[in-house]
């Protein structure tokens, strides 16, 4: 009977390469460096992300104010564009402060921006006392900040889009309330941009 051998592998030996010490904290430097500086870029953009919450989570409300309607626009969270929203029809203003408390809630409006029909010279005429009385009776309900702007030839330029839009204005007066809210607020939102360029 023939005899069976065994064979035993010898385990190999692997090479160990000696790192000279000096290399070693070199390296063991910038790894500390590169971690460091990481972690400082992590941390400036946790406090811009911080500082600019409110603001990106909030929107601004526009207002074009009138005694039978009120048109709205409301801005993306950037601050960037405003889009025009509903047009209120109200018969007294308790109901028309209950409409604006829903949309103020449902778009967690922060600011609101409410057109000032000011004179082409810039004097406040009767209509433009009215709308002073509305944004004073606004801040005093909602506790919100209230930014009277000028919309001097606003209402003609909704009235010229909606001319370009092939509608008739007199059929549309709706929409042209919320497109001269649209135009206020953009008006603002640019200006508020630029100023901060």
Known sequence: MAKRTLRVQKSKR?????????????ESEKLYRRSKE???????IRSELT???????????????????VGLAVSDPLGITAQGL???EYAH???????LAAVIEAY?????VVGLPLSLDGTCGEKAKTVQDFIENVRTHFRLPVVPWDERLSTTAAHRTMHEMGKKAKRAKGKVDRIAAALILQNYLDRVRKDNE
């Open 51 to 69: 500082e600019n919450e409110p603001r990106l989570m909030s929107r601004i409300l526009g207002i074009d104010f009138g005694s039978r309607r």
């Open 93 to 99: 203003e308790e109901e028309l402060f209950v409409r």
């Open 86 to 88: 509903e047009t209120i």
């Open 14 to 26: 692997r090479r160990v390469w000696e790192v000279n010490p000096a290399t070693r904290v070199v």
């Open 108 to 112: 967690e409006v922060a600011e609101i």
């Open 38 to 44: 990481s972690a400082r870029a992590k941390d400036h």
